[in-house]
């Protein structure tokens, strides 16, 4: 499941009263898999381009463990809000194998 969950685990370090990164813990310990972090573990990737905010990855993708032995690649294609300006946020694009 995914899509605009409007939290990120970069808010708290420009918030630090804020405690988003309680979402992706209780998230781990359900059994959820965070599709771009299991690729990119070193951190976010933005998803989320309006103005001079800072690269928050507000987009997520999630899946659980068995659906994770599958996953090849999550990315985020920023082009179509980067350069095309079609959206403020972009897409994460998954590839599975089959």
């Known amino acids: ?9 970069l808010w708290d370090h ?7 990164i309680d979402f992706f813990h209780r998230a781990e310990r359900h059994g959820w898999v965070d599709c771009h972090r299991r690729f990119h573990p070193e951190g976010e990737g933005p998803t989320w381009f309006r103005g001079n905010d800072p690269p928050y990855q507000n987009d997520h993708v999630f899946c659980d463990p068995e659906t994770a032995t599958r996953l090849v690649s ?4 920023a082009h179509p809000a980067e350069s ?4 403020d946020h972009a897409p994460l694009v998954l590839e599975l194998r089959a």
């Open 84 to 87: 095309l300006g079609l959206s």
């Open 1 to 9: 499941m995914g899509g605009d969950w409007n939290t990120t685990r």
């Open 14 to 20: 420009y918030h630090p009263r804020a405690s988003e």
């Open 74 to 77: 999550c990315e985020i294609d």
